[in-house]
C-alpha cells in the first residue's frame, strides 16, 4: 500500500508502470474523429507535452484521460487505473488545471483551496500544512484572504495550480496553462512551473500551442488533424531540421553573397544590412568562412533551430 494525501492506495491495481498510457485512444463526434487511434506512454516524473493547433485534439485526448467524457475505442490509463473501468480511482490521483478558471470569484483564495480539499478528503491534521506550502510554492500565502475577484488573469491560474496540487496528486494536467495571458505573465507561470517540477515528486502533463512553452517539457507529443505526428525531445525535433541559421555583417555584401553562393553552393538573402542563410552545425561553419580571403565579416550570428522550424 502507499499513501497518496492520507489516502490508502493499492499499488498492486495502480501506480505501477507507465505513468500515463494510451492504446489506439479514439474519440468520435458522429463521423467526425477528434481523435484517431492515438498511442503514447509518459513515464513516472515526466513533463509530457502535447504540442498542435488548435483543433487538433489536443483538449480532447486530456478529457478523455481525466475521465471528463468517454472514449469512443481505445484504452488509457492514469496512474496505472482505466479511465473507464477504474474513472473514481483515476480522478483521485490527479490534479487539473482547465483552459478557463473554474474558481468561486466570491470566495477567498484560501476557501477555494479548503472547498476542494474537502471533495477530496484531504486529511484535516495535514490540511493547514498543505495550504501554505502549495500557496507558498506559487506566491500567494500573503494573498490567502483576498477575495479571488480582485487576483489578475495570472493570479488565477496560480491559484488553479496550487488548487491542483491540493491533495497532493500522482498526475497534474495543465489545459493550456497560460492561454490568453500577457509574454510577461506567461514567463513568471513557467516560473512556478519549474520550480514545481524541482520540488515535487509528480508527473506533468500539458497541452499548448505555444512553442516557447514546449520546451520546458522532457518529451513532445506533436498532434494535428487528432493524430501524433511523431514524439520526441524537444531537441531531437530541433536537431531533425538539421540547419541553424547564420547572419553575418560584412563590409562588402555583394562579394560575399557571391563566396556563399559559388563556393559553398548557399542561398543567402540579405535583409535589414545583414545577410543571412542557412548550415548544418553552423557554429563549425563560421570559423571556415573567416578564413576566406575574399569575406571580411565584422559580425556574426548563429541561431539554433527552434520547435517553429
Known amino acids: 500500500m502507499v499513501q497518496v494525501a492520507g489516502r490508502n492506495v493499492d499499488a498492486s491495481s495502480g501506480g505501477e508502470g507507465p505513468a500515463v498510457e494510451a492504446t489506439q485512444l479514439t474519440k468520435r463526434y458522429g463521423d467526425f474523429e477528434a481523435v484517431k487511434a492515438v498511442n503514447f506512454s509518459v513515464e513516472p516524473g515526466e513533463t509530457y507535452g502535447f504540442l498542435g493547433p488548435n483543433g487538433a485534439g489536443k483538449s480532447t485526448t486530456i478529457s478523455m484521460l481525466c475521465t471528463l467524457i468517454r472514449p469512443s475505442a481505445g484504452s488509457a490509463k492514469v496512474a496505472g487505473f482505466d479511465v473507464v473501468a477504474q474513472r473514481t480511482e483515476v480522478r483521485r490521483q490527479i490534479g487539473l488545471v482547465f483552459q478557463d478558471t473554474t474558481l468561486d470569484d466570491y470566495l477567498t483564495a484560501g476557501e477555494n483551496l479548503r472547498f476542494h480539499a474537502e471533495l477530496y478528503r484531504v486529511p484535516k491534521d495535514e490540511l493547514d500544512a498543505r495550504l501554505r506550502q502549495v500557496m507558498d510554492m506559487v506566491g500567494l500565502w500573503e494573498r490567502r484572504k483576498s477575495i479571488v475577484k480582485t487576483f489578475s488573469g495570472g493570479m488565477k491560474r496560480r491559484l488553479e495550480i496550487a488548487r491542483g496540487l491540493l491533495h497532493s496528486p500522482r498526475v497534474l494536467f495543465l489545459d493550456e496553462p497560460t492561454v490568453g495571458l500577457d509574454p510577461q505573465t506567461r514567463s513568471h507561470i513557467w516560473g512556478y512551473i519549474n520550480e514545481l517540477k524541482r520540488r515535487e515528486a509528480i ?102 533551430p527552434t520547435l517553429d522550424d
Open 203 to 304: 508527473t506533468m502533463f500539458l497541452t499548448t500551442h505555444y512553442m516557447d512553452e514546449a520546451e520546458h517539457c522532457d518529451r513532445i507529443a506533436i498532434m494535428d488533424n487528432g493524430e501524433i505526428v511523431v514524439i520526441d525531445t524537444p531537441e531531437a525535433l530541433k536537431r531533425s531540421v538539421g540547419r541553424d541559421r547564420v547572419s553575418i555583417s560584412t563590409e562588402d555584401d555583394d562579394a560575399a553573397m557571391r563566396v556563399l553562393s559559388e563556393r559553398f553552393d548557399l542561398e543567402p538573402t540579405v535583409s535589414e544590412g545583414a545577410i543571412t542563410f542557412f548550415v548544418a552545425h553552423g557554429e563549425q561553419f563560421v570559423p571556415r568562412l573567416f578564413a576566406d580571403p575574399d569575406i571580411t565579416i565584422s559580425s556574426v550570428h548563429v541561431a539554433r
